[in-house]
């Protein structure tokens, strides 16, 4: 079975670009999606098809993908984004991965 | 704006069975235009997928830790999930949660979810 791979942690201060990677086999012909989690809440889907955003979802947050690597972009982090951050890819055929997930930390 | 709301989560024997539902609401299309996931959190865990039925019910696609023992349904009469959990194991123990998928055969993007429910293997 495949696996996304993201850094457990990512620090940023605020007001700066906080970038989150997520590394697997199959992003290289599948369209990533990715979701915020804040402490006890349910997931928000930030960026689906590697880089559009549903509405209401801010600009500060893009999304790209090269290669085997995507990347979750977030320019000029605010406190309020400090969150866990879950990307997650269909492997065309049978089943839905989600990365491990990177706990975002502002300050 | 689309609503869901998970229920029949609880405390159950390894082994035992337990089914969850969840009931949807406020779809501006039919709910039968949509794929549905179940995706569940272990406590102070990641977010592991467990199960997806496309929009007909047509499909169903399950996590390997899961296959065998869970089965996803769905009534598009009742906008309703279901999920059925048989033999139990204590790795069992999440908060689950139902999940809309913008997709109709295959997934592109889970963009409303639930609550949770929450189901204890003890």
């Known amino acids: 079975s495949y696996e996304l791979t993201q850094p457990p942690s990512v620090s940023v201060s605020p007001g700066q670009t906080a970038t989150i990677t997520c590394s697997g086999d199959?992003?290289?012909?599948?369209?990533p999606s990715w979701y915020q989690q804040k402490p006890g809440q349910s997931p928000v889907l930030v960026i689906y098809q590697i880089d559009k955003r549903p509405s209401g979802i801010p600009e500060r947050f893009s999304g790209s993908n090269s290669g085997n690597t995507a990347t979750l972009t977030i320019s000029g982090t605010h406190v309020l984004d400090e969150a866990d951050y879950y990307c997650?890819?269909?492997?065309?055929?049978?089943?839905?991965?989600f990365g491990g997930g990177t706990k975002l930390t502002v300050l | 704006e689309v609503l869901l709301v998970e229920s029949g989560g609880g405390v159950v024997q390894p082994g035992g069975s337990l089914r969850l539902s969840c009931a949807a609401s406020g779809f501006t299309l039919n709910y039968n235009f949509f794929a549905m996931h179940w995706v569940r959190q272990a406590p102070g865990k990641g977010l592991e997928w467990v199960s997806l039925?496309?929009?007909?019910?047509?499909?169903?696609y399950y996590g390997d830790s899961v296959k065998g023992r869970f089965t996803v349904s769905r009534d598009n009469s009742k906008n309703s999930l279901y999920l059925q959990m048989n033999s139990l194991r204590k790795e069992d123990t999440a908060l689950y949660y139902c999940?809309?998928?913008?997709?109709?055969?295959?997934?592109?993007?889970?963009?409303?979810w639930g609550q949770g429910t929450t189901v204890t293997v003890s």
């Open positions: 199959i992003l290289g012909y599948t369209f």
């Open positions: 997650q890819a269909w492997d065309g055929n049978t089943d839905v991965i």
């Open positions: 039925i496309n929009g007909d019910g047509s499909r169903t």
């Open positions: 999940v809309k998928d913008r997709g109709y055969d295959s997934p592109d993007g889970m963009d409303v």
